[in-house]
C-alpha cells in the first residue's frame, strides 16, 4: 500500500458525460501528479500541483482540468468525453519527508467511456 | 525535452534464473533521477529502485540492481534469481532534479514473464 488513494476505482460512462477522479496524497506529500496510462500512449503525465498551486502542464487536453484543495487532496474533472479517453488514471504524490523525490502511486481509476 | 527507450517490448525467464532489462535515457541535464517501477497484473505501479545521477555507486534493493553508465545515459535493471511474483511490465523513468520535484518521464515498458 502506497499511502495515496484514488476513487472510483472504476467508471463506467459514456461519450460526452463529465466525470470527476479523486485522489488523497500519501500524509505529508505537498506534490500530485496525474498521469494517463492508455495502451497505444504509454504513461504519459497530466499536470502537477504543489501546494495547492499548479506547478507544471503535460500533454492535458483542454476539456481536462484538475485542481488541489486546502487538504491537499486533488481531483481531475474530464468532460465532453471521448471513446479515446478510456484508460486507467494515475494519481501520484511526492514531498516533504522520507523519499522526497520519488513518486508514489495510487491504485488508479479505470475510466471507459462507452 | 528528455526521452526513456526501453528496447525489449518482452522478455522471458526461467524462474530462480537472472534477468536484465535494458533502458537507455537522452538528457542534456546534469542532475536527475532514475527509476524503476513494476506494474503486476493488477495495475498498481510500485517503486522497484531509484538512482540519484550524482551518485556513482549503482543503487540495490534485495534482488535488484541496476547498471548505471551516466556516460552512455544507460540504465539497465538486474533481477536476480527471478521469481513468479516478478511477472509484470517494467517502467524506467526519468526525473530531472534542476527545478524541484517534476514529473516523471517513462519508457514504453517492457513485459517480464517468469515461467516456472
Known amino acids: 500500500d502506497s499511502g495515496v488513494t484514488q476513487t472510483p476505482k472504476h467508471l463506467i460512462t459514456a461519450t460526452g458525460q463529465r466525470v470527476t477522479l479523486r485522489c488523497s496524497p500519501r500524509?505529508?506529500?505537498?506534490?500530485v501528479y496525474w498521469y494517463q496510462q492508455s495502451l497505444d500512449q504509454g504513461l504519459q503525465f497530466l499536470i502537477q500541483y504543489y501546494n495547492g498551486e499548479e506547478r507544471a502542464k503535460g500533454n492535458i487536453l483542454e476539456r481536462f482540468s484538475a485542481q488541489q484543495f486546502p487538504d491537499l487532496h486533488s481531483e481531475l474533472n474530464l468532460s465532453s468525453l471521448e471513446l479515446g479517453d478510456s484508460a486507467l488514471y494515475f494519481c501520484?504524490?511526492?514531498?516533504?519527508?522520507?523519499?522526497?523525490?520519488?513518486?508514489?502511486f495510487g491504485p488508479g481509476t479505470r475510466l471507459t467511456v462507452l | 525535452a528528455q526521452t526513456v527507450t526501453q528496447s525489449q517490448p518482452e522478455m522471458s525467464v526461467q524462474e530462480a534464473e537472472t534477468v536484465t532489462l535494458s533502458c537507455t535515457y537522452d538528457?542534456?541535464?546534469?542532475?536527475?533521477?532514475l527509476f524503476w517501477y513494476k506494474q503486476p497484473p493488477s495495475r498498481q505501479m510500485i517503486l522497484v529502485i531509484r538512482q540519484e545521477a550524482y551518485k556513482q555507486q549503482n543503487a540495490t534493493e534485495n534482488r535488484f540492481s541496476v547498471n548505471f553508465q551516466k556516460a552512455a545515459k544507460s540504465f539497465s535493471l538486474k533481477i536476480s534469481d527471478s521469481q513468479l511474483g516478478d511477472t509484470a511490465m517494467y517502467f524506467c523513468a526519468f526525473m530531472n532534479r534542476n527545478s524541484g520535484n517534476t514529473p516523471l518521464v517513462f519508457g514504453k515498458g517492457t513485459r517480464l514473464s517468469v515461467i516456472a
Open positions: 501520484a504524490s511526492s514531498g516533504p519527508g522520507q523519499g522526497v523525490d520519488t513518486q508514489y
Open positions: 538528457t542534456s541535464e546534469s542532475n536527475y533521477y
Open positions: 500524509s505529508g506529500d505537498l506534490s
